[in-house]
């Protein structure tokens, strides 16, 4: 398996414009976080899907943001509309989320997001 | 909720010198417990995890984890480090309760000179 795919790998935008990054998991494996990683505030979670379903939405910053999972290969977080403070390492895991082992994690590259 | 404590937020060791990182976790039930490491650039990677039985346990590149449930401890330790271990390292906490969420600490730096 390739792992954990996000894209795109860097993303520079402009104050406003909208910003959506892509995640596709392990196949197999049934649950998928997205993280947020800056000097400031570190590793934070935003949001965690099971099965498809959002479970814990709590991290997501405010109304901005917004995370989807139409299916058990794909997921997107939005950023609508973007600001400079969003600029970050945005981080898709997944991991099997059944049976023993079942809670590691497996992470993609990152997206780096630069908002000008 | 529980929460993850890594109490060394920067350490700068010499090659070859011994590393403890200590972590400490919240929640007095049944856990998962996880190392991570991040290499300049790049993305977390597992280095170790604990599940069950023996509490000391050996992951990858000479890293080795105790486990002290009384405590709420599990340390990682490296008997000598290599320059190349320079990395931020993150202990990651799976609660019984809390589903299949990791709750990470705030990273450790180490940077090892040569």
């Known amino acids: 398996d390739a792992g954990v795919i996000q894209s795109p790998r860097h993303e520079v935008t402009e104050m406003g414009q909208e910003v959506t990054l892509r995640c596709k998991p392990i196949?197999?494996?049934?649950?998928l976080f997205w993280y947020r990683q800056t000097m400031m505030r570190g590793l934070e979670l935003l949001i965690y899907f099971n099965n498809n379903v959002p479970i814990d939405d709590s991290g997501m910053p405010e109304d901005r943001f917004s995370a989807k999972m139409p299916n058990a290969s794909f997921s997107t977080l939005k950023i609508q509309p973007s600001e400079p403070r969003d600029s970050a390492v945005y981080f898709c895991a997944s991991s099997l989320g059944q049976g023993r082992g079942g809670t590691e994690a497996f992470f993609g590259q990152g997206t780096r997001l630069t908002v000008v | 909720a529980q929460s993850v404590s890594q109490h060394n937020h920067h350490v700068i060791l010499s090659e070859a010198a011994s590393l403890e990182l200590g972590c400490n976790y919240s929640?007095?039930?049944?856990?998962?417990l996880f190392w991570y490491v991040q290499y300049p650039g790049q993305h977390l990677q597992l280095l170790l995890k604990y599940f069950s039985g023996d509490p000391l346990v050996k992951g990858i590149k000479g890293f080795e984890a105790e486990f002290i449930k009384s405590k709420f401890s599990f340390n990682l330790r490296k008997p000598s480090v290599q320059w190349s271990d320079t990395a931020e390292y993150f202990c990651?906490?799976?609660?019984?309760?809390?589903?299949?969420?990791?709750?990470f600490g705030g990273g450790t730096r180490l940077m090892v000179k040569p």
């Open positions: 990651a906490v799976n609660a019984d309760n809390a589903g299949n969420m990791l709750t």
């Open positions: 196949s197999g494996h049934n649950s």
């Open positions: 929640y007095g039930g049944t856990v998962n």
